[in-house]
């Protein structure tokens, strides 16, 4: 599965002509430390979140008078560019980000484009810091991309823990998209719901972009599946929400992976109500800066979806700082050196790379009627657990 993954980043970079082209340099003795990023800002996905906490972070940096690099303070430049979801536009801006605005390192956007992106920073050599892309989905790589972020395996287990303890008869129907992250989800969740004690009695997998589910629905209904795991992007899995309700089907357990995950999710109303998710942060999970995010942020982000990924970028670019501040350079090899001994404790928690990835805590929450979410595993910080109400 991982080769799979490494031959879609790769596919990637061949359809738009890069190849590789030298790691290169931002040089040292410059004014300012540019770091580069492309990410999803319109579009089906908006990441703006995540956005907002890179640039918490780096102003946070520049108000103490930049960063230490080799015993002398630098500010920071953060160079953002919308590449609006699509693949072709984000590998130029990132060829342009290395090449042109000679960026330090970069941070990543989210779930299937980081693994695009991780292609194109092992053949720039520039050092590419990421989260939302669960560990397990990184590519392997040469060894310039970094994942701090959790694990679908941590999440999965959180996730069969809270649905063993309501009523169920344990069949599953697990549905996805057919691209790599959406394959490699089904792979882990098939193995583990085995070990749990589930089922998985109906499975479908479906293109980004469809809208008609009622075949996977019927095949639910038919087998009886009172679980659902739906790992799929935001607007297919709002179709398929609005479709299980028009058409009766309704598990008592749900989780939506990637799709509840995003600030989109509200736009579902009621219907959403009850739907579980895997989350990286939580207002009442105790990690660090928790507090700070809820008060810095949550006028303009209300739930702790949203809240969550600010932590995320928060956490990426705080780790990419402490990393040029450690290699005392901005050459991209010394960094890159330097990410490998990264020791510090951010947003998401502790981090320590191994093999070039670090696992934060998972946490489960659950979708409430007016908007909000609550933490529902584990215990401690959690609430108890409610009905699926918006599809009952």
């Given at each position: 599965?991982?080769?799979?993954?490494?031959?879609?980043?790769?596919?990637?970079?061949?359809?738009?002509?890069?190849?590789?082209?030298?790691?290169?340099?931002?040089?040292?003795?410059?004014?300012?430390?540019?770091?580069?990023?492309?990410?999803?800002?319109?579009?089906?996905?908006?990441?703006?979140?995540?956005?907002?906490?890179?640039?918490?972070?780096?102003?946070?940096?520049?108000?103490?008078?930049?960063?230490?690099?080799?015993?002398?303070?630098?500010?920071?430049?953060?160079?953002?560019l919308d590449n609006r979801g699509d693949t072709s536009t984000m590998v130029q801006?990132?060829?342009?980000?290395?090449?042109?605005?000679?960026?330090?390192?970069?941070?990543?956007?989210?779930?299937?484009?980081?693994?695009?992106?991780?292609?194109?920073?092992?053949?720039?050599?520039?050092?590419?810091?990421?989260?939302?892309?669960?560990?397990?989905?990184?590519?392997?790589?040469?060894?310039?991309?970094?994942?701090?972020?959790?694990?679908?395996?941590?999440?999965?287990?959180?996730?069969?823990?809270?649905?063993?303890?309501?009523?169920?008869?344990?069949?599953?129907?697990?549905?996805?998209?057919?691209?790599?992250?959406?394959?490699?989800?089904?792979?882990?969740?098939?193995?583990?719901s085995a070990k749990a004690g589930f089922t998985i009695a109906a499975k479908s997998?479906?293109?980004?972009?469809?809208?008609?589910?009622?075949?996977?629905?019927?095949?639910?209904?038919?087998?009886?599946?009172?679980?659902?795991?739906?790992?799929?992007?935001?607007?297919?899995?709002?179709?398929?929400?609005?479709?299980m309700k028009a058409l009766g089907y309704a598990p008592k357990v749900a989780i939506?992976?990637?799709?509840?995950?995003?600030?989109?999710?509200?736009?579902?109303?009621?219907?959403?109500?009850?739907?579980?998710?895997?989350?990286?942060?939580?207002?009442?999970?105790?990690?660090?800066?928790?507090?700070?995010?809820?008060?810095?942020?949550?006028?303009?982000?209300?739930?702790?979806?949203?809240?969550?990924?600010?932590?995320?970028?928060?956490?990426?670019?705080?780790?990419?700082?402490?990393?040029?501040?450690?290699?005392?350079?901005?050459?991209?090899?010394?960094?890159?050196?330097?990410?490998?001994?990264?020791?510090?404790?951010?947003?998401?928690?502790?981090?320590?790379?191994?093999?070039?990835?670090?696992?934060?805590?998972?946490?489960?929450?659950?979708?409430?009627?007016?908007?909000?979410?609550?933490?529902?595993?584990?215990?401690?910080?959690?609430?108890?657990?409610?009905?699926?109400?918006?599809?009952?």
């Amino acid at each position: 599965m991982v080769r799979k993954m490494v031959a879609a980043a790769l596919a990637a970079v061949t359809a738009a002509g890069l190849t590789a082209c030298g790691g290169g340099s931002s040089g040292d003795g410059a004014d300012e430390v540019v770091i580069g990023a492309s990410m999803m800002l319109s579009g089906q996905v908006n990441l703006e979140t995540i956005r907002d906490g890179y640039q918490w972070a780096v102003d946070e940096a520049n108000a103490a008078g930049g960063i230490d690099v080799g015993g002398t303070k630098r500010k920071v430049t953060l160079k953002i560019l919308d590449n609006r979801g699509d693949t072709s536009t984000m590998v130029q801006q990132v060829r342009g980000l290395a090449l042109e605005d000679k960026a330090t390192a970069l941070l990543g956007s989210c779930c299937q484009q980081n693994i695009d992106m991780s292609a194109q920073a092992d053949s720039l050599q520039i050092p590419l810091v990421m989260g939302a892309l669960p560990i397990e989905l990184r590519p392997e790589g040469k060894g310039y991309v970094w994942d701090s972020f959790q694990s679908l395996d941590a999440g999965a287990n959180g996730f069969f823990e809270v649905a063993a303890s309501t009523d169920t008869n344990k069949k599953v129907l697990l549905i996805t998209n057919n691209d790599a992250q959406g394959e490699s989800t089904a792979e882990l969740y098939t193995g583990l719901s085995a070990k749990a004690g589930f089922t998985i009695a109906a499975k479908s997998a479906a293109p980004a972009g469809t809208t008609d589910y009622a075949d996977a629905i019927g095949k639910a209904k038919s087998a009886g599946a009172e679980v659902l795991i739906a790992v799929m992007t935001p607007p297919d899995c709002f179709a398929m929400w609005k479709q299980m309700k028009a058409l009766g089907y309704a598990p008592k357990v749900a989780i939506g992976i990637q799709c509840a995950q995003t600030p989109g999710w509200t736009s579902l109303g009621e219907l959403g109500a009850g739907t579980l998710v895997q989350m990286n942060w939580t207002r009442t999970s105790g990690l660090p800066k928790a507090d700070e995010v809820v008060s810095k942020y949550a006028a303009k982000y209300p739930n702790d979806n949203d809240l969550s990924s600010v932590a995320i970028g928060y956490h990426e670019a705080s780790i990419l700082l402490a990393a040029i501040t450690k290699a005392g350079s901005t050459d991209r090899k010394k960094v890159n050196e330097a990410l490998a001994r990264t020791d510090i404790s951010s947003a998401l928690g502790s981090v320590k790379y191994t093999d070039n990835k670090s696992a934060t805590p998972s946490f489960i929450g659950q979708w409430n009627a007016d908007g909000s979410i609550t933490q529902v595993w584990p215990k401690q910080g959690g609430s108890a657990l409610q009905a699926l109400s918006g599809l009952s």
